[in-house]
């Protein structure tokens, strides 16, 4: 298989075949209550492997390679960049539409300034445990989907 899950604390890191973070995955854990104790009510869902509907999958989406604070470029470049993430744009516009996903959600990533994540909702099409191999079972076509829409 070539995707992997990690869990921690609560969601899934998906790493692909050399070992490198893909994307990320939050179960849909429902409605906790009481709120206060959700770390505890999460942390016995994932040991009993209880089962979901599904959750977010959030990916990158872009890198301008341009938000660098020692950029120092020409016109030519900046406008080659911008067409190439138009591009890219493209492609993503192109896969949500295809994959019916209706609800999405684009930020700056956590940990590079010059990158734009995206986050998307994944239902599952059974309810599914929470436990590392049915997961995937369930989240490797679209992983696999945005690999060869180049997406990745």
Known sequence: MLWKLE???????????????????DPDYGDIFPKANSEEIVASMLKNH??????????PLVKFRLFDTDLDTTITNVESQVNRVNEHLQKWKLFLSEMNYDWHSVRISHTDQDMLTIAFQKKFSKPTPLENKALLEELSDTMDNLQKSDLL
């Open 7 to 25: 869990s921690d604390e609560g969601y899934f890191r998906i790493y692909d075949s050399k070992k490198l973070i893909a994307g990320y995955f």
């Open 50 to 59: 209880d089962k979901i509907l599904g959750g977010i999958i959030m990916v």
